[in-house]
């Protein structure tokens, strides 16, 4: 390569270089600024996809983003880890979250509750449930005698329900670890649990009363072959998680949005409450962060049962001093 040549290749690969700087640059700008962005994502757990869960959700969508100004493009993930991971590298900016991984987004993924749902019975709270067929005969009392009998479906990692609520509720206080009580486990969603119960690929599996309802709703055959044997105690329903970065003006209409969304009277009211209905909810309620404090109480029982079995004294006084922290918070709420 020619001397001439040589400079202007270094020259080019220069000037390029100070381009990426100012652009990076302008960038940095702009989010420092907090410029409003014109298209927003917001993220959906679907086990099947956008084919299931797009005609419920997407009419929501289209009235968000008439009222906020912006596009909203959904963000289909089939499990709770993706979506939390999703909204910490920044691809989606809103997200319907149960209150588990809620509480992962605002801890790991800068994220705020801007409000809890209400289902069409008027409650903020659904039960975590252990399900069996019908016809199996499967009482609660042989689940918990253990002896490695059954093929048990637990939910994802992250999920309240599916996991967090059986473990703290139910086979924390017995003692009772799932690996070493049932012949297989297998972790899926509550949909896949499910189905593999009503088909006899598991015995028993864990689900939600919120899953029930679609069930009945969606594949009543499937629904008729299945019952409960379990349910917990009340836990708090999903929410809506928006990321904390995001421009304040559009956050406060996001959150108007929300909480105003199905009220009131008169046409546009009864269409919005019909789109609620499909989705199994009545309103929206106004939350900040503290609604999340049930599951942190979940959280540090498991971390604490899991600080016990492996005899880490540290840990144990962590998870022992966060419970005792957010037991001495909800004694003084009013």
């Avoid at 991984?101 to 749902?117: F, G, H, S, W, Y």
């Avoid at 406060?252 to 949005?257: D, G, V, Y």
Wanted: aromatic content about 6%.
């Amino acid at each position: 390569m020619s001397r001439i040549l040589f400079s202007r290749r270094v020259l080019g690969l220069a000037a390029a270089a100070i381009l990426a700087l100012g652009l990076a640059s302008c960038g940095g700008e702009e989010k420092a600024t907090g410029t409003a962005p014109t298209e927003i994502t917001f993220s959906i757990l679907s086990a099947e996809g956008q084919a299931s869960s797009g005609p419920l959700w997407q009419p929501l969508l289209d009235d968000m983003a008439k009222a906020t100004g912006v596009t909203v493009k959904p963000f289909f993930g089939s499990n709770y880890t993706v979506l939390v991971e999703a909204m910490r590298g920044g691809q989606t900016h809103v997200g319907w979250f149960s209150a588990k991984p809620a509480l992962e987004a605002v801890d790991r993924a800068d994220a705020e509750v801007i409000a809890r749902t209400v289902n069409r019975e008027g409650s903020d709270s659904y039960r975590s449930t252990l399900i069996a067929r019908k016809d199996s005969g499967i009482t609660l009392d042989m689940v918990l005698a253990c002896g490695r009998k059954y093929d048990f479906g637990i939910g994802d990692a992250q999920s309240t329900s599916g996991t967090l609520a059986p473990m703290a509720f139910l086979f924390n206080p017995r003692g009772i670890k799932p690996a070493e009580c049932f012949k297989t486990v297998r972790s899926a969603n509550h949909q896949a649990n499910a189905f593999a119960v009503a088909t006899s690929v598991v015995d028993v599996a864990t689900s939600n009363s919120v899953n029930t309802v679609f069930m009945v709703r969606q594949n009543p055959t499937m629904a008729a072959q299945i019952h409960d044997i379990w349910q917990s105690p009340p836990i708090p329903e999903s929410g809506i998680v928006v990321a904390e970065d995001l421009d304040p003006a559009l956050k406060e209409k996001i959150r108007s949005f929300f909480l105003s969304y199905g009220q009131g009277t008169g046409v546009e009211a009864d269409r919005q409450r019909a789109v609620l209905a499909g989705l199994e909810y009545s309103q929206f309620r106004a939350a900040d962060d503290g609604y999340l404090d049930p599951i942190r109480v979940m959280v540090a029982d498991q971390k604490l049962m899991e600080a016990q079995a492996k005899g880490d004294t540290a840990a144990v006084t962590a998870a022992q001093a966060e419970l005792q922290r957010l037991r001495l918070k909800a004694e003084v709420q009013p």
